[in-house]
Structures are given as C-alpha cells and as structure tokens.
C-alpha cells in the first residue's frame, strides 16, 4: 500500500510536494481506511483533479519513473533519462528527489533517493514504526552506512559480500536495483527488508498509463481460463455490454500480430515475476485483444473473443476491433479490478475514463470500495471527469488537486484543506474555480487570428 508519495524538481514540479493516503480526521465512510499494519491505516482510493498541463499525469509518471529506476537495469555510464524543472535556473542546476513511504508484508518503509542526470546522489531505506524509525541502509555518493545489514548477517563472507555489492554499485544506478540484479538474496542471510520493499515495487504496485495495453500491456494475476472467463462475462452483463460470452482461441505465436520484441519483452517479464499465481497479460493491436499467460513455466497465446447470439439463436464470434471502444476499455478494467479484490495491489491509472460514460467510471470506484470492505488495495486516478466530485462516492481526503502555478510548476493539494459541509455539492465549486484546479482561459477578443462576425 502507499502511504504518502513525495515529489521535488522532476517535470513539471519545482518544490517538494507530497500526495498522501493517510485518512484525515473525518469519520465518514470509516470502510475506505484499510485494516491498519502496525499502527498505519491508510485510504482505498483517491481521484487527482486538475486541468490540462497541470501537472495530474506528471505526478503519476513521477511514481512510475521510480518504480522503473528501481526495477530496470541500466548500463554503466549511462545518464539517467529525465526531466527536471526547466523553468527555474537553480531547479536546472539542482537534484531531483522522490521518496515513498509504503506498506507491505506487515511492514511500513520510507524508501527514496536524490539524484540528477548523471548519477543518484542519495539513497536511503529505513523501516517506520510508531515509536522510531530503524535505519536499513543510508547511501551518501559512494560511502554506505550498512551497519544495520551488517549486524544480522554474521559471517564475515556476508558481511564482506554485502560491502562488496555496495562499493559495486555503479554512480547511475539505485543500490536496491544492484540487489535485484546481483542475487545477493542467495548469498546471505537476511536482507528481507530490501526483498520486500523491491516485491512491493515489482508485483504490488502497478502504474497504468493510457497507452500501456499498447506498448507494455496490462498485467494481472491469473486463477484458472474458466474463472476468467465467467468474471469477464458477469462484468460485461453487470455493465450492460449487450456481449452473451466471451472465450480464449489458442493461436500460435507467428500469427499474434504484435512486434517480436514487444512479445520478447512482455514474456520474459510474465516468466521471471515473482508471484505466486499465474501471470497474464492483456496486449492490444488496433483493438484486437491478445492473452499472454503463463502455464507451467510456458508461454502461452490466445485471441479474445465475443460471443452474440443472433436472432436465430447461433452463436457468433466477434473480434474485440469489432466492439466499441468503450467495451474495450471495460475489458481492459475486469481483470484488474479483480486483482484489486485479491488485495495488496497498488493500481494507479491515467485517464481511465477515456471512452467510458460518466456513470461507469464512477460505478467502476463504487464497486471497488463496496467490495473490498476486507481487503487491502488501492485505486488511484488521474481524472477530468467532475461527476467524480462528490462526497456520495469520495471522502474529502479522497480527492486531490493539481494547480498549475503563475512559474509554471505544478503544486497538490487535498479537498481535506477546505472548510466544507458533507453534504455540500463540490462539483459546481470546482467548476468555478474555488479549488484552483481549472484552466485559466484567455480573453476571446485577443485571438485576432479568428475571423470577425
């Protein structure tokens, strides 16, 4: 779960600003606070407003860019590829620096890093308990303070090892993706707290931007074919789809009309997932659906189909190209809202009303928060549509704000900073700009490009 994300000097924002899942002090709808890991409890959900440019999809493309840097490797030497804030001389000449303060396995961690385009500068893990926080691993250049992993590691081939990997860790590369890419796991005795931060960060949280089914595909867990199958029809009843059925046609892989380095790609990250269910992937090409699954340590492939009865009472297949768009993105959503309902999931996703109708995206919100009473996940949402607004479906510390301010950098903030009644409508404040989250639009009579009337 994430407890509270930070931000400073990386696109669009120039100060350090904080976006947290921490319930304020209201006690309405106590069911959207999760059961509480040593003290902690934190929010199911949370929907971040904003106008254009102001800076919603930097702030999960922040979160997502950690994620990568902590997860993917990178070749010595190579320059961190990034965005700073451009508009401010010391932003430009200073580091950058995101942090995340996260939940798992019984666990609370506050895990960041400073760095810039040639190397990471800090780097820093500690465990968070009520009464102190316990130092994992404090990284300062390339001087470590590793006592603590020292001290419950007792051979001195491990702690010689662990020393090793640290002086190892190249200037542009984050030390915990050193561990996940050296197998230090296998040659100690206990670094379980990196293990878990870095399971957190490769199997619980997982970032969704609105091209991902297309270029990196949309991954879930993945029980048996049939339960999938009969979850997708319910859902695609419930949301009045008009589709009867649903199935999964095998097809070898040359006619899967994906780029092999695409597929390559997509398959060895569903093989060396840590997880202990099957892994599957939903992957796109113009709106025809493919489903790469692992069984029994193989790939396999299979087309999605749509099953509609005809006045005759035959049963015919469709290919998803021939659904609407807005069947699609549903399709899209079933096996993730599910995997939400597995719980300890993370799912933070851009833009994920395109192409659905107002009612669904809320319905979709509702569902979630109404099913996982029990159960520890998060949805959170970068999102223009305002029917969100309303604290029928949201708590105020629910709902966030992005503002784009007069040097052009993006501050948060939360509808828990505002005075305002449970029953109040907030939608129609919002739209006249009493949150600051709404474009500032020019006056008409300076586009003298237009014709006159």
Not at 237 to 262: A, H, M, N, Q, W
Not at 296 to 302: I, K
Not at 423 to 442: S, V
Request: glycine share 6%; with cysteine.
């Amino acid at each position: 779960m994430l407890i509270r994300f930070y931000v400073e000097n990386f696109s669009s924002f120039r100060t350090r600003q904080s976006f947290s899942m921490i319930p304020g002090k209201g006690t309405l709808k106590s069911n959207h606070k999760t059961t509480p890991v040593k003290g902690i409890s934190v929010l199911k959900a949370a929907v971040v407003f904003g106008a254009n440019a102001s800076g919603k999809s930097n702030l999960i493309k922040a979160i997502n860019f950690g994620k990568k840097l902590v997860l993917e490797d990178i070749k010595p030497g190579q320059k961190i590829d990034y965005s700073k804030f451009r508009l401010n001389e010391l932003s430009i000449a200073g580091n950058s620096r995101l942090e995340y303060e996260l939940q798992h396995n019984g666990k609370n961690y506050a895990y960041g890093f400073v760095f810039n385009k040639d190397g990471i500068v800090e780097e820093w893990l500690y465990e968070v308990t009520k009464k102190s926080d316990k130092k994992i691993f404090v990284r300062n250049g390339s001087s470590f303070d590793l006592s603590y992993l020292i001290s419950i590691n007792k051979r001195k081939e491990e702690k010689q090892f662990i020393n090793f990997i640290a002086k190892g860790t190249p200037d542009n590369k984050l030390f915990l993706n050193e561990i996940r890419h050296r197998k230090v796991k296998e040659n100690v005795t206990d670094i379980s707290d990196i293990t878990n931060v870095l399971d957190w960060f490769l199997n619980s949280l997982k970032v969704i931007l609105p091209e991902d089914k297309y270029n990196v595909g949309l991954r879930f867990e993945l029980k048996d074919d049939e339960k999938l199958l009969k979850s997708f029809e319910q859902f695609l009843e419930y949301f009045d789809t008009g589709i009867d059925g649903v199935c999964l046609e095998p097809i070898s892989v040359e006619k899967v009309d994906i780029p092999d380095f695409l597929l390559k790609r997509i398959s060895d990250d569903l093989l060396n997932a840590n997880s202990k269910e099957k892994r599957a992937a939903i992957l796109s090409d113009n709106n025809t659906t493919y489903f790469i699954s692992i069984i029994n340590n193989e790939v396999g492939y299979h087309k999605f189909m749509t099953k509609h009865i005809i006045d005759s009472g035959k049963e015919v297949l469709f290919d998803t190209s021939e659904e609407s768009d807005g069947t699609n993105r549903i399709i899209d959503f079933i096996p993730l809202l599910m995997d939400l309902l597995q719980g300890d999931n993370v799912f933070i996703i851009d833009e994920m009303e395109r192409s659905l109708h107002p009612n669904l995206i809320y319905d979709l919100i509702d569902l979630f928060l109404a099913k996982s009473i029990n159960v520890n996940s998060q949805m959170i949402l970068a999102s223009h549509e305002s029917s969100l607004l309303t604290q029928k479906l949201l708590r105020k510390d629910e709902i966030w704000f992005t503002v784009k301010e007069t040097d052009g950098s993006t501050t948060i903030h939360s509808l828990e900073e505002y005075n305002i009644r449970f029953d109040k409508k907030i939608r129609k404040d919002y739209l006249l700009g009493r949150f600051k989250a709404i474009p500032k639009l020019g006056n008409r009579n300076n586009l003298t490009v237009l014709p006159n009337q």
